[in-house]
């Protein structure tokens, strides 16, 4: 198929302004009616520019409905507008028959004139900012070129001239371009304050002779202040008074440019709580596989036999739903006007939806009537997949898994220990667990003489993940008995921890000494006492945050570490018998929820069972937490908020916030007195936001999470490319590839990270496609905007993470390269940013 494009710009004398079409492949505006070796030359003392068609529409993508049209060949002729860029275009084509032939056709297609102007303006303009607009006038003819050029810039939002605010002294520029060449043209500007142009268009046009050409196009202004928003997180133990500081906001008077914009603040009276929220009520799963099936069996009967146990629960929950109260709002969600980023803009918009139907969905746990017709209904559907071998397989129609069968069994072991009537009650319970005990004991025998067939020395270390996991299990079910040759390879299995059990993870360990003390009848052994006290020496010990550990890093069953803890709270619980440890350990469960989204039912159930079933009563305390300016004269006008938000504290959590405008903020509110009457813990924060130019804000890092921003001039040697820190004070050239190096520190575990680092105008991110990516040992999600790229950070765990990005340097001035903040979403008083600087680009 031919074709060509017909011209619209200039056709013989017809000129349309503000449009263009393609001829051939190139689009001209104009002849060149001289000889092809004279010079083209107009340079009046003042030219008129009045009459340069301007090119407006230059959107990136030209969409037609083409008019289709042939010639006496046969040959089709393709005629349609084009947009007023000029550039270089793939033009994409599809032609069908009426029988659905299909003819398809790619080629690249240029639109230029004879005369171009190009202008090269950054993506956006700071205030206080120098920049030196840069713009290229091309000749494509085969004659030197003589003539003008002229800078216009217009307030965006009247269309008047405004170069007198941006210092622009000398609007119009001589140049000549050779054939074939082009002309660089360059004009020193000083941008104003936003107050006095909101918004720019700059308008670049070009004159020689017959030839002409202007471009036209919108540039923000972005003001060199920022509302920052620094936070001091306050966790309190319980039964304790202690005094915070500010210690920003203490100092906040040495700025004269700073202005105070809020202050809020909030406290947590008893997060136990926020635990009782994440208590899954489990409707459908999406997949029909056994381990779902019965998380939503176990699930559904935990939380039902936990909330019937503790009245007060319901009577919390009904609060909540009569008073429609933002206690079922997912913390996503919460706290909106003090976050850098929308919920909307970031990538968890769905996980908020989620986090906040499962609470609401809370409510259907206290209808018992239905709880007990689904419990009844999913164990049927449990028997119904049960072999006639008594095992389990994943999908139905699979062979039985010896894994999923055990954890069947292990489920129903917590459940009876629980003490779940309809499990002790239901026949249907026994004849399940008498074919899951026989088929898990079948199987251990089976892979012992298995492994026995390919080994000579049985003294070696064969105690395997599966074994524990057996002992475990089956160490709930010991009214069924041990004999025979079931019995020789537990009491092998039992003689291995005792010698091995240093070589396993922190879960295994916590298996074999709940195991080991509960088969403590038949086998006498003192290695449950040795890992207890094992443990409690490699215990991390933290005034904020209990008693934990570090956890092995992996996807196996074994090293996931919500349930790992909560096992570690049953271990110190049954076989310590150390309440105070206990009671440390569950700290440090509330303290990663406040900071997570605890997302599998598994994890779930087994943290509230934890909490909730091990140590003190933490749902009982339902005071106030107290808190109270520290002031020098008369405190009034600053607890009369505190006073109305304790007054109004949410049911339950007792979360109550207060805040305060710019004019009610003084340096007395940095020092805060709290005291918690309960016994459990308690958390809040303090949110001072302010308005600072860019340039003068300084690095904050007073909360556990941390960053550290360093840029870096990539330099070609001959060994390969270096990276080189910029020194204070440093000049970059245009062209220049820096390398932007950012360093987080975290205490903790926490999710939905966001990190925002602000560029200069003067730079051009090379990364400019929004993808996942994977550096340093971590994950995130990398979105590249006009103004600064975005981070989101799923999860980040606890420790020091270094990555970078390059950006090159484009853009002659003196730039303010914006700030770097990282926020916690999920807790946003977990918040830092880094120092303002600038930037000097020069040839």
Sequence with gaps: MAYSIAPAMAVEEQIEENSEYLQDVVVTSGQVNKNDTDTIEEKPASEDFSNVPIRKNLEETAFFFPILKTDADGSVIISFKMKESLTKWKFLGMAHTKDLKIGLTENEVITQKELMVQPNP???????????FTAK???????????????????????????????????EQNFTAAAGQS????????????????ALVHRVVAKSGDYADGEESALPILTNRMLVTETMPIPMRGKKQQEFVFASLASASSSKTLEHHSYSLEFTSNPAWYAVQALPYLMEYPYDCIEQIFNRYYANSLATTVANAHPRIKAVFETWREQGTGAMESNLAKNQDLKYALLEETP???????????????????????????????????????????????????RSNWYMTQYIVEGLGHLDKLGVKSLKD?????????????????????????????????????????????????SFFLNYPLEGEVKEVVTYYLQQADQYWLNKSVYEEGMLALAMLRMNKFY??????????????????????????????GYYWYQLPIETHALLIEVFSEVAKDEKAVEEMKIWLLKNKQTNHWKTTKATSAAVYSLLMNGDNWLLEDQLIEAEFKTAGNPEIHERKLRAARQNAEVGTGYFKAQWQAEEITADMATIKVRN???????????????????????????????????????????????EALADGATLKPGNKLKVRIEIRVDRAMEYVHLKDARASGFEPINVLSQYKWQGGLGYYESTGDVATNFFIDYLPTGTYVFEYPLRVVQEGNFSNGVTIIQCMYAPEFTSHSEGIRVKVKK
């Design 524 to 553: 006498q052994s003192a290695t449950p006492q040795k890992i207890v006290k094992s443990l409690s020496e490699r215990a991390i010990r933290k005034e904020e945050l209990g008693m934990y550990w570090k956890h092995d890093q």
């Design 137 to 171: 006038v091309s000749n494509l003819t085969k004659a030197t070129m003589l003539g003008n050029a002229k800078l216009e810039l217009l307030d965006a939002t009247t269309m008047q001239p405004v170069h007198q605010l941006f210092d622009l002294k000398q609007l």
């Design 677 to 723: 009457p309960n016994k459990t813990v308690a958390w809040g924060a303090a949110y001072w936001q302010y308005f600072e130019q860019l340039d003068r804000i300084k690095t904050f890092e007073a909360t556990p999470l941390q960053l550290k921003k360093q840029l870096f001039q990539e330099i070609n040697t001959p060994t390969g490319p270096k990276l």
């Design 122 to 132: 950054p993506r956006f303009l700071r205030e206080g900012d120098q920049i030196t």
């Design 183 to 198: 002309a660089l043209l360059s004009w020193q500007l000083n941008v104003p304050a936003i107050t006095k142009v909101p």
């Design 426 to 474: 239901d026949a249907r319970t026994a004849r399940l667990l008498d074919g899951a005990v026989q088929f898990i004991d079948a199987e251990l025998v089976r892979d012992f003489n298995e492994m026995k067939s390919y080994t000579k020395d049985l003294k070696k270390d064969y105690l395997s993940a599966i074994a524990i996991h057996y002992l475990y299990a089956r």
């Design 348 to 398: 968890w918009v769905l996980q908020a939806q989620s986090e906040a139907q499962q609470k609401r969905n809370i409510g259907l746990l206290f209808d018992l009537t239905k709880m007990a017709e689904e419990q009844d209904r999913d164990l049927n559907k449990i028997l119904d997949r049960q072999a006639p071998d008594g095992g389990f397989s994943w999908f139905p129609g699979g």
